[in-house]
């Protein structure tokens, strides 16, 4: 009996030993990924429309969701980090925020403030309201600096719950103006600009992201191309990714009328840059996808044949070096 339990004995002290040395490698490698991130880069922390995936009444899809048919996805949002100076901004405020923020400061590095910096484009939904994760029933968070533009600016100093965010301090309010550019350090910079949009409540704006060797523009939400006062094809051409509104794939996807959310279709885009070179295409990142579009699922023939044509769809998780 006792030559079985020492067998036992050593069997258990091996398969601690094991453990523990797995866990110190797993904490090795998560250190040496975060390490080996060097500058100044654009994280992608989430790629679908306002509501999210699985969207709200479609049954379908949470019970794909629970048998592994499908994953999750967070609501459209970018992190901005500087790896040298230890600082990281945030590009929309979504209702995924505390998973959002909770990604950065798990994989890169920690922040007395949780975050440098919230930048919003617009007043709907999944664009902003994140923000009240900033408010005395959650963090009570201390004068975290919000930039937004004028009209978004008045909209949350003047509507209840937003504006007791701002009598309790718990953000800061920094007003932008559209194309003059906000330097964030040396070798960072931003520049918002106008783009007609479904504009109830607050102007909507894209960004550009400026970094010393490389440049992004970030278009979650526009109308149609055509309406925008310049090309998005020349825009794209100026830069190095173009983050852009994909909501739709094409016209007849949902069922209702479409013009009630206007959106380019992907095969709009496509269309228009038909023609470009294959660097050009290439440029083209898809984000902002509706719970109807292919172009959320991991894999589907309308995604393949858009990304066999050289453009790409973001996807969480992706790092872009600025």
């Known amino acids: 009996m006792k030559y079985f339990l020492n067998i036992i004995h050593h069997i258990c002290n091996w398969l601690f030993f ?22 100044q880069f654009i994280s992608v922390l989430g790629t679908a429309q306002d509501a999210g995936f699985p969207h709200i009444d479609n049954f379908d899809e949470f019970d794909d969701l629970l048998n592994a048919k499908i994953d ?12 040298e100076e230890k600082q990281k901004w945030l590009f929309e405020a979504t209702p995924n925020m505390p998973y959002q923020l ?14 440098d910096g919230v930048f919003l484009t617009h007043a709907h939904i999944g664009h902003y309201t994140g923000l009240m994760y900033f408010g005395h029933e959650a963090m009570g968070a201390s004068a975290i600096p919000v930039y937004a533009m004028p009209r978004m600016k008045t909209f949350l100093e003047t509507n ?22 906000m330097t964030l350090s040396d070798k960072l910079k931003v520049t918002p600009f106008l783009v007609p949009h479904r504009d109830e409540f ?16 970030f278009i979650p939400d526009i109308n149609k191309w ?4 310049k090309s998005i094809v020349e825009e794209v051409k100026k830069v190095d990714y173009a983050f852009v509104d994909a909501t739709f794939f094409k016209d007849g996807e949902i069922p209702r ?34 719970h109807s579009n292919p172009g959320i699922l991991k894999s589907h023939r309308l995604k393949d044949s858009v990304q066999d044509l050289g453009f790409n769809f973001a996807k969480r998780g992706d790092l872009f070096d600025l």
Request: negative net charge; contains cysteine; hydrophobic residues 35%.
């Open 257 to 290: 009328p479409m013009s009630e959310v206007q959106h380019p279709f992907i095969e709009e885009t496509i269309k228009l840059f038909e023609n470009e070179s294959a660097e050009t295409k290439s440029k083209v990142i898809f984000i902002h996808f509706n």
């Open 202 to 217: 607050s102007e909507t704006v894209g960004y550009k992201i400026e970094g010393i060797n490389k440049s992004a523009l």
């Open 102 to 115: 909770d990604n950065l400061e798990r994989h890169f590095f920690r922040s007395d403030n949780i975050i």
């Open 72 to 83: 999750k996805e967070l609501v459209v949002s970018l992190g901005l980090i500087d790896s």
């Open 226 to 229: 055509s309406l925008w006062n």
């Open 160 to 181: 209840g719950p937003w504006s007791q965010l701002v009598d309790f301090k718990n953000i800061e309010l920094h007003q932008l103006k559209a194309d003059s550019s």
């Open 18 to 39: 094991i453990c523990l040395c797995g866990l110190i490698f797993s904490c090795q490698n998560d250190k040496k990924q975060a390490d080996d991130v060097k500058g």
